[in-house]
């Protein structure tokens, strides 16, 4: 069973940064597809960043140049670099894995980023 459990999240002000984390417990971690989702209040949840098992990354449009994805195989971990935030970018940040073998999607709890003007 795949978990996910992310952590960094919280209040900063318009300008600010945080660094999100997701820690996966899973074998084979380097062959997953990984990224970050998040979903804003009455909003459909929506892809923030991807990065595949080679370090390739992708990004939506609205957070090119202020974020970045990274993976640490070794610590089964991903992350999400976020600068320049802006009040936006406040909503409920999931990480997920998707198995390069099933191909089945896994989520993590959330964590709640908010930030304010």
């Known amino acids: 069973q795949v978990q996910l459990v992310e952590s960094g999240g919280g209040l900063v002000l318009a300008g600010g940064s945080l660094r999100l984390s997701c820690a996966a417990s899973?074998?084979?971690?380097?062959?997953?597809?990984m990224g970050w989702y998040r979903q804003a209040p009455g909003e459909q949840r929506e892809l923030v960043a991807g990065?595949?098992?080679?370090?390739?990354?992708n990004y939506a449009d609205s957070v090119k140049g202020r974020f970045t994805i990274s993976r640490d195989n070794a610590k089964k971990t991903v992350y999400l670099q976020m600068n320049s935030l802006k009040p936006e970018d406040t909503a409920v940040y999931y990480c997920?894995?998707?198995?390069?073998?099933?191909?089945?999607?896994?989520w993590g709890q959330g964590t709640q980023v908010t930030v304010s003007s």
């Open positions: 997920y894995l998707r198995s390069a073998i099933t191909r089945t999607a896994y």
């Open positions: 899973t074998s084979m971690f380097s062959t997953h597809t």
């Open positions: 990065i595949t098992s080679g370090g390739s990354a």
